[in-house]
Nanobody, 124 residues
Framework: QVQLVESGGGLVQAGGSLRLSCAAS????????MGWFRQAPGKEREFVAA????????YYADSVKGRFTISRDNAKNTVYLQMNSLKPEDTAAYYC?????????????????WGQGTQVTVFS
């Protein structure tokens, strides 16, 4: 069992930055690939970024590539999402998720555990 708690969301002006954190409780955090997803009002949940168990592989949605960076610290049981050059269309609830698969995945169905989400609002 893995419990995930996101933090770091907030209100930011377009062009600004935020850093989201996701702290995992439970054992063997390094056994899980981790991902970030987001869901805007009236829209389906979408993939944002993912990172493999040891951090050597990352994937990004085209919409965030070059602006967002996913990283993890297995010693701290934490995964991060650094978000730069934020745009109003990045406004959404952001969720971290843990997958027991070895590789980083862009598919939500492959993630077993989910956090409660943290809200990011970008105003112009």
């Amino acid at each position: 069992q893995v419990q995930l708690v996101e933090s770091g969301g907030g209100l930011v002006q377009a062009g600004g930055s935020l850093r989201l954190s996701c702290a995992a409780s439970g054992r063997f955090f390094s056994n899980y690939a981790m991902g970030w997803f987001r869901q805007a009002p009236g829209k389906e949940r979408e993939f944002v970024a993912a990172i493999s168990r040891n951090g050597d592989t990352t994937y990004y949605a085209d919409s965030v590539k070059g602006r967002f960076t996913i990283s993890r610290d297995n010693a701290k049981n934490t995964v991060y999402l650094q978000m730069n050059s934020l745009k109003p269309e990045d406004t959404a609830a952001y969720y971290c998720a843990a997958s027991p698969t070895r590789r980083a995945s862009v598919v939500a169905a492959e993630y077993r555990y989910w956090g409660q989400g943290t809200q990011v609002t970008v105003f112009s």
